[in-house]
């Protein structure tokens, strides 16, 4: 069974939990590593769907994965970590995904620049 241990954002595809907690993966492993995360944690098994519907944020190789189940109110520690992630992105592709998904939240409620 393949150990899963939270580790610091980086720029790497990976799932951040509701707590702000980062699990890392390889490119195209996002399905195995949130059903090995459900049976981790206890949770009912489920796939990506069932993280993304808890609040888990997948984090793709160019940045936040936006999909049907994404959320759009993440928790302070998610924000929080995504602000880490920008600030720490060398690569341009997820310096623009990172910043376009806290835009698109900031703004779908209601935040302003000043609120930062």
Known sequence: MR????????EQPGWLSPRGSFYPCAYGEHCEVASALC?????PAGGEDHLERLGWIPLRETGPGVGMHT????TRQ???ALWHLL???HNETVKFTV???LDMIDENEGW????H
């Open 87 to 89: 600030r720490i992105a």
């Open 39 to 43: 049976a981790r944690l206890g949770m």
């Open 78 to 80: 998610q924000r929080e």
């Open 3 to 10: 150990i899963l241990l939270p580790v610091t954002i980086c």
């Open 112 to 115: 302003t620049k000043h609120d």
């Open 99 to 101: 910043k376009s998904y």
């Open 71 to 74: 959320t759009l109110h993440p």
